[in-house]
């Protein structure tokens, strides 16, 4: 699945929408998708880092720092000339060691010269991008962790072998699993910003669309991407729109008030499901050029945003998104 | 159906390598299922036509990946660069062995370099019973899985397509594929991705510039049927919308009724169905989803180097996730200064002279995950009530299971057999559907019922977890080991079973579910060495109870 324009995946919406959502905010704090395998979820996340535009960054940081890190940071920072780099799209895989997603001691330097260095992780190699744990269900808990806890404070903080570093690791998580084999912990699940459910499709005419679009692709790739340019193009047009706008817009007290009684029917625990939910429909609302933040945004984002944060009882069998629709249906008609 | 050539399975896995040497990358590759003469010849046809390198089981990072030679770079003092395995049989094949045993942070990486188009896989799967397969993440990526354990010898050619460019396939062909995958209960999207490929590499091989009924027949055959998770609908069936697989036998007579007017879909449907292994048959005609998605494969922990209590260093090269004990390092290294400045004429503020023997990794004492087996027994005598309890308590068992990191399996015998209706699991979700079709009644066939559950301890550990058995059991064995009614022989099977977990030193306990508690059931547990625990009136958490109590001494 090397490269395919985001615009031509078929169907997915919630799943577009989310990811499209951390783009415009990528401090709405990750996403976790759960799905069926071959369903698309990491060809989504690696269309939306091919498709967003380059970065800037020094061209000798191994951390990507743009000037503003590199004037926060200037320990860690290679510095050398501003250069455009492609956004990092980091695929963490399973057996990943502690050591290779922090960083560690500079082994091969340590031993030559003596000298302690830091070898920066894949937590480095991630800054302003994205970070795809395929299975993360099935990844060390310990290090589901590390990994909420830097996405959440967007700085990591090595403590061990004596060193003392600390860089900066601003990414969107983007976390992927089959709840058969195996949950998520409540408490990690907890701090995924919003969470999305991918099916597969059921009609004929979807799955053939996405074979005739794949063959498209494999037959010719390079005209296969200029047949969808334009539409890509769109999307990150809104993603701009998004960022601009996104702190001009600031909710009603109205729909405020509407997230905390739609919290309390669905029984989402903690404050942070309200958070997240006025978080995303504003993110929603400014990708879309809306003016303000409406309660349409909120109804669109919140399965996303609730769906992972509801007790659960474990012998009921009502799935958490029928709960959530039923409570919209039941507060909004 | 063997006397059809098309059906046999040595001949598809020829057909199967043929398509694969056409486009290695964009198939992913091959399970080959069983180890056999045939097996071997067709890998050494494939190593003719492809870049191939084997893929030891117990490879490390630096080896698959590349990396800096720590032993050479010591030797030379400038660091040495060493080339991956992935690196040399870039766009080629990794022929993998003993897939099977596959640990998950290498099927991490190999699922990796397959998304990235870098490598092609061949799995060697030798896995016997109990769900043994490689990764499923793994196997989910490759196109074609080919059962091969019961072919003999043949010599494998493999042909060169007829034409040059790809042949290309209609709307009609793909809308073929799509309701074939819906038929058979195939979810996946990647799976339909390789169908319509392997489509048109077939039409490409035998020089068809479109593909035809043949080509989408032979792909569905091919990629589909493997994957199948239930039997098809009866075919234009006009009324019932969705009705239960029917029984094989009726499916084959509609077929043949109606085989003039058929659409295409149908034909490529009914050739899929055709080709579903008989093993997979047997089980989706019983209603039983096949092993979709279980943890198997992907758990193998590592038992040092790694986390957990340290245990102090040792020699060794930091590698495979082990890391490096500087100090100790370093330590050891200091006495020899003196000789190996001598020995290379360096003088006193050269950098400190390190040699490969110096070098000293961590390890770590590991708790090993624990996997609760529970046979139980579905019998008639055993009443419905005690089993609806054993599912609550399996369920309890779950809730709990993220907290304590451990997994729970199900077996249940009853009738002339036993059955692993739950492999191990974390997962809830899974769990629920397996246990709420559990049905009850017959004979107990206890003899069987413990050998399947040593079998599955013996298997958990060998993937370096703990078991722990609990046996629930009124003790009464009616049906002895090969499944012949009989209460003498029953008894000194089950006995005998019995006393082989007693000798494996497997963990176990017996809760005798009897109205009363008996002597069959103390003297069952005797033999087993376990721990014995009459519950007459036990509900879902007074056992989950007694389970649990018993795990914290």
Redesign the interface.
């Known amino acids: 699945?090397?490269k395919f324009p985001f615009s031509a995946i078929v169907g997915q919406d919630e799943m577009k929408q989310a990811l499209l959502i951390a783009a415009v905010d990528p401090a709405i704090g990750g996403v976790m998708v759960f799905g069926?395998?071959?369903?698309?979820k990491?060809t989504a996340a690696r269309a939306l880092a091919s498709l967003l535009p380059p970065i800037t960054a020094h061209e000798n940081c191994l951390y990507g720092s743009s000037k503003e890190d590199a004037a926060a940071y200037p320990e860690v920072c290679g510095g050398g000339p501003l250069r455009k780099r492609p956004v990092p799209f980091v695929?963490l895989?399973?057996?990943?060691?502690?050591?290779r997603v922090i960083g560690?001691?500079d082994?091969?330097r340590?031993?030559?010269?003596?000298e302690k260095g830091f070898e920066p992780g894949l937590l480095a190699k991630s800054h302003r991008g994205f970070l795809y744990i395929?299975?993360i269900n099935?990844l060390?808990?310990?290090l589901v962790d590390l990994l909420l806890d830097v996405a959440a404070s967007g700085e990591n903080v090595v403590e061990r072998?004596?060193l003392s570093v600390r860089h900066p690791a601003r990414f969107v998580l983007i976390g992927s699993g089959?709840?058969?084999?195996?949950?998520?912990?409540p408490q990690l699940l907890d701090r995924f910003g919003l969470s999305v459910e991918v099916r597969?499709?059921?009609e004929?005419e979807t799955?053939?669309e996405?074979?005739?679009l794949?063959?498209a692709n494999?037959?010719d790739p390079a005209a296969f991407a200029d047949e969808w340019a334009e539409e890509d193009t769109r999307i990150l047009k809104q993603i701009a729109r998004g960022k601009t706008r996104l702190a001009k817009l600031e909710p009603s007290e109205d729909l405020l008030t509407d997230a905390a009684h739609l919290c309390l029917a669905v029984g989402a625990d903690g404050l942070r499901g309200e958070l997240t939910l006025m978080r995303a429909a504003r993110a929603l609302a400014a990708r879309n050029g809306a003016r303000k933040v409406k309660r349409e945004h909120l109804i669109a984002v919140a399965p996303s945003a609730l769906r992972h944060r509801l007790r659960r009882d474990?012998?009921d069998?009502t799935g958490s998104t029928a709960r959530i629709t039923r409570a919209l249906e039941e507060l909004f008609q | 159906m063997t006397g059809d050539p098309a059906l046999d399975p040595i001949h598809d896995a020829e057909l199967a390598a043929n398509l694969f040497i056409q486009g290695p990358l964009?198939f992913g590759g091959m399970v080959l299922r069983g180890n056999s003469p045939a097996r071997e010849a067709l890998v050494a046809a494939i190593s003719d036509q492809l870049i191939c390198r084997r893929l030891p089981p117990h490879i490390d990072d630096e080896r698959l990946l590349g990396g800096?030679d720590?032993a050479a770079?010591?030797a030379a003092?400038?660091?040495v660069e060493a080339s991956g395995l992935l690196a040399e049989a870039q766009g080629g094949a990794l022929i993998v062995p003993l897939a099977e045993r596959m640990?998950?942070?290498?099927?991490?990486?190999l699922?990796?370099a397959l998304?990235?188009?870098r490598v092609a896989l061949i799995l060697l799967d030798d896995g016997g019973e109990l769900d043994e397969t490689p990764p499923?993440?793994l196997m989910?990526r490759l196109a074609f899985h080919c059962d091969l354990t019961h072919s003999r010898e043949r010599q494998a050619t493999l042909e060169t397509p007829q034409l040059a460019t790809?042949a290309a396939?209609d709307?009609e062909a793909?809308?073929a594929?799509?309701?074939t995958?819906?038929a058979l209960g195939v979810?996946?999207?990647?799976?339909?991705?390789h169908t319509?490929?392997t489509a048109?590499a077939h039409a490409t091989l035998y020089g068809r510039g479109v593909a035809g009924q043949g080509d989408l027949e032979a792909a569905a055959r091919l990629v589909l049927a493997p994957r199948a998770t239930q039997l098809p609908p009866p075919p234009e069936e006009p009324k019932a919308s969705d009705p239960p697989p029917p029984e094989p036998g009726d499916d084959q007579q509609e077929n043949n009724q109606q085989s003039t007017d058929q659409k295409l879909e149908d034909k490529v449907v009914e050739a899929a169905t055709a080709a579903i292994p008989a093993d997979l048959l047997a089980q989706l005609a019983k209603g039983l989803a096949p092993r979709?998605?279980g943890?198997s494969g992907?758990g193998q922990k590592r038992k040092s180097g790694?986390?957990g209590k340290p245990l102090g260093a040792r020699p060794g090269m930091?590698r495979g996730?082990a890391?490096?004990a500087?100090i100790d390092t370093l330590r050891a290294a200091v006495p020899w200064q003196g000789i190996r400045r001598r020995e290379v004429g360096a003088d006193k503020d050269a950098?400190?002279l390190?040699r490969k023997d110096d070098l000293r990794v961590r390890r770590f004492e590991e708790k090993a995950a624990r996997v609760t087996i529970f046979a139980v027994d579905a019998s008639g005598s055993a009443a419905a009530a005690r089993l609806a309890e054993a599912k609550g308590a399996v369920?309890?068992m779950?809730?709990q299971?993220?907290?304590t990191?451990s997994e729970v399996a199900l077996i249940a015998f009853r009738g002339e057999t036993a059955e692993l209706l739950l492999p191990p699991?974390?997962?809830?979700?899974?769990a629920?559907r397996a246990l709420a079709e559990l049905p009850g009644g017959g004979g107990t066939p206890l003899a069987m019922g413990l050998n399947a559950a040593s079998e599955l301890a013996r298997s958990v550990r060998s993937r370096g977890r703990t078991p722990s058995l609990i046996v629930l059991t009124d003790g009464r064995a009616n049906v002895d080991g090969q499944g012949e009614p009989g209460r003498k022989q029953a008894g000194e099977d089950a006995e005998a079973a019995a006393k082989a977990i007693a000798r494996e030193g497997i963990d176990a306990l017996v809760v005798d579910i009897s109205a009363r508690a008996s002597r069959e059931g103390g003297e069952l547990a005797d033999a087993m060495h376990a721990r014995y625990l009459a519950l007459p009136r036990a509900d879902a958490k007074t056992l989950h109870a007694a389970i649990s109590t018993r795990e914290l001494a």
Not at chain 1, 36 to 40: E, I, N, P, Q
Not at chain 1, 178 to 185: D, F, Q, Y
Not at chain 2, 187 to 193: G, T
């Open positions: 699945m090397a069926d395998r071959g369903t698309g990491s695929d895989p399973l057996g990943a060691t502690e050591d560690s001691l082994l091969e340590a031993l030559r010269s003596g395929d299975e099935l060390e808990d310990h072998e004596g089959n709840p058969e084999e195996g949950e998520l912990r597969t499709p059921e004929v799955r053939v996405i074979m005739r794949v063959a494999e037959r474990v012998l069998e | 964009a800096i720590i770079s010591l003092g400038k660091p640990g998950e942070a290498l099927a991490g990486r699922n990796q998304d990235d188009k499923l993440a989910e790809p396939l709307n793909l809308s594929i799509a309701a995958g819906a979810n996946s999207v990647r799976a339909l991705i319509s490929q048109a979709q998605a943890a992907s790694l986390r930091p996730g890391r490096l500087m950098p400190i390190m369920e309890l779950l809730a299971a993220y907290v990191r699991t974390r997962s809830l979700t899974r629920r």
